[in-house]
């Protein structure tokens, strides 16, 4: 029963309520094995907001469930059903990297990129909007865009995805300037580190970049079953992306902010790379 | 100590900087002479097999290789390629840096583009040329040749020769936007009595006024300078001649306040 004469906000707090905040985990003896100890990423599913993951390609591993795109007519962006082809090699690129740390994942292709949508925010926003919707735990989203006049509407869904425990994992962009929603503070942001180790990663308490994760010569998968080695921040946020859909895998419920919190708390010691 | 790699980009930009002053006061094809520079200094200071820019244009809307430099730079030149295709589409669609090695490995990699030019690298590193919010154009870098791929502090360096690249295409785009805006509007105006070389004449004053510094000493000598360039070698001598005597006087000056 609730206390009419407490703010609604507080309610969560009010004695009687309080038992709903006991968690699953003692973050204070979070380890790798707690983390992620045999976890495969089966459960999670994970969107690729990108240019469309190939779904034949090997690196992908059959893993690919459903590949949606967004058509623009009339300034009306509507997401709609696509082949599974890349446009670039880029999507299946990041794909390949979450499934290789999380073998058995759900992935989402939401292709926002092409022919016909190049560098159009609001393709990009209705890919995110539409992934939110559908019940994805966690995406990757090695993109961002400059736009200011979609600041307002990328920070609503942001926003909205941190309250429906999506976790947002983005490369954050090197090149100068507003970029978003990399630099939003819900999301992971993540730039690369040059370590060869997929396991290997940091956390920066000095944000906005809070992660650093492998992203230089990666071997990654490419267009057309191809195969090459990259470097970019756009390969590290995969790394994290991965890690995030393991422990999400272990311990269903986890909100970023948790998710976040586990990562820090088993980040790689600086002193020992 | 000074790191001598961003010493030296500092030095090619700030020569970059000068020259789009410079460049601006001699002809018209400012944006082409910059670009032109930046590509110069990148291969020189990667010490790549080429380098190029890339900037939007529509109607089609393809990425056109504007300037080239290094070895294997000048097949580039002229050639014109989808955004929708490739690193440097890639990287031009989405505004996001990119370095890729190996590329022969991927025998269907983009092959088809590079061949075009002459040459298949077997390394790229690609950034976005970005003005305000919108992405421009991209700038590419082909083959180190002192390792076979490209480390973030590459890319970090890259960054900041794209930033200049991207600053001066926007100084080129308001003055030429300027001079069409003054063109459009004058004829607009002008009765049936005025010629195209009024209106000219008229925007040639009106667009002069935006560069600065009008009066420093050192713009008169620019056009002065640019005024020279039809002369023979032997009066090109005697010119040079000239300003070694100013330039040490003034060397001289300079130390005796």
């Known amino acids: 029963m609730t206390d009419p004469l407490l703010p609604a906000w507080s309610e969560p707090f009010a004695p009687e309520a309080r038992e709903r905040l006991i968690r699953s985990a003692a973050l204070r003896q979070v380890d790798r094995e707690w983390a992620w100890g045999g976890a495969t990423g089966a459960g999670v599913k994970v969107a690729i907001i990108d240019s469309g993951v190939e779904g034949t390609h090997p690196v992908v591993a059959g893993r690919l469930v459903e590949s949606v795109t967004v058509e623009i007519v009339d300034d009306e962006a509507r997401v709609v059903p696509d082949e599974p082809i890349d446009m670039y090699g880029h999507a299946t690129a990041c794909a390949g990297i979450v499934v290789g740390l999380a073998p058995e994942v759900e992935i989402y292709s939401v292709r926002v990129l092409g022919a016909d949508l190049r560098g159009k925010g609001a393709a990009f926003l209705a890919g995110l909007e539409w992934a939110v919707e559908h019940g994805v735990q966690a995406m990757n989203l090695s993109l961002s865009s400059k736009s200011e006049r979609l600041f307002p509407f990328f920070h609503e869904v942001v926003d909205q995805a941190y309250f429906k425990n999506v976790a947002l994992v983005c490369a954050v962009n090197n090149v100068p300037g507003l970029s978003f929603p990399s630099t939003f503070s819900s999301v992971f942001s993540v730039a690369a580190h040059a370590i060869a180790d997929a396991e290997t990663f940091f956390y920066n308490p000095s944000p906005p970049v809070e992660w650093g994760a492998w992203g230089v010569d990666v071997p990654i998968g490419w267009k057309d079953g191809g195969t090459t080695v990259a470097t970019g921040n756009s390969f590290a946020a995969p790394h994290m992306c991965g890690l995030v859909a393991r422990i999400l895998s272990k311990h269903p419920g986890l909100t970023p902010f948790e998710v976040k919190t586990a990562l820090a708390a088993i980040a790689s010691d600086p002193s020992e790379t | ?257």
């Not at chain 2, 100590?1 to 010493?7: E, I, K, R």
């Not at chain 2, 990667?46 to 900037?55: D, K, Q, R, W």
């Not at chain 2, 022969?104 to 061949?115: G, I, K, M, Q, V």
């Not at chain 2, 935006?210 to 620019?222: A, G, H, K, N, S």
């Open chain 2, 1 to 257: 100590m000074a790191d001598p790699g961003l010493t030296a980009a500092l030095q090619a930009l700030r020569r970059a900087a000068r020259r789009s002053s410079v460049a601006r006061r001699f002809d018209a094809d400012a944006e082409q002479v910059l670009l032109q520079t930046i590509v110069d200094a990148t291969v020189a200071l990667f010490e790549a097999e080429a380098s190029s820019i890339a900037l939007f244009e529509r109607d089609p809307d393809r990425l056109e290789f504007r300037v080239a430099a290094g070895a294997q730079g000048a097949g580039a030149i002229g050639l014109s390629v989808p955004p929708s295709r490739g690193i440097v589409g890639f990287v031009f669609s989405t505004g996001q840096p990119l370095a890729l090695s190996d590329v022969l490995s991927d025998p269907r990699f983009d092959r088809a583009t590079a061949e075009r030019t002459g040459y298949v690298p077997r390394s790229i590193a690609a950034i976005p040329l970005v003005d305000r919010d919108q992405t421009v154009g991209v700038l590419q870098v082909l083959d180190k040749h002192t390792s076979p791929t490209f480390s973030l502090r590459d890319m970090e360096l890259l960054a900041v020769f794209a930033r200049q690249a991207a600053a001066a295409i926007r100084a080129a785009r308001v003055q030429r936007d300027a001079y069409e805006l003054f063109k459009s509007v004058l004829t607009r105006l002008g009765d049936s009595d005025v010629t195209e070389a009024d209106v000219e004449a008229v925007v040639s004053a009106a667009t002069t006024g935006l560069d600065t510094d009008e009066e420093i000493p050192f713009w008169r000598l620019v056009d002065r300078v640019a005024q020279l360039r039809d002369i023979s070698d032997r009066e090109l001598g005697l010119v040079t001649d000239i300003l070694e005597v100013v330039a040490a006087h003034a060397a001289r000056g300079r130390r005796s306040v």
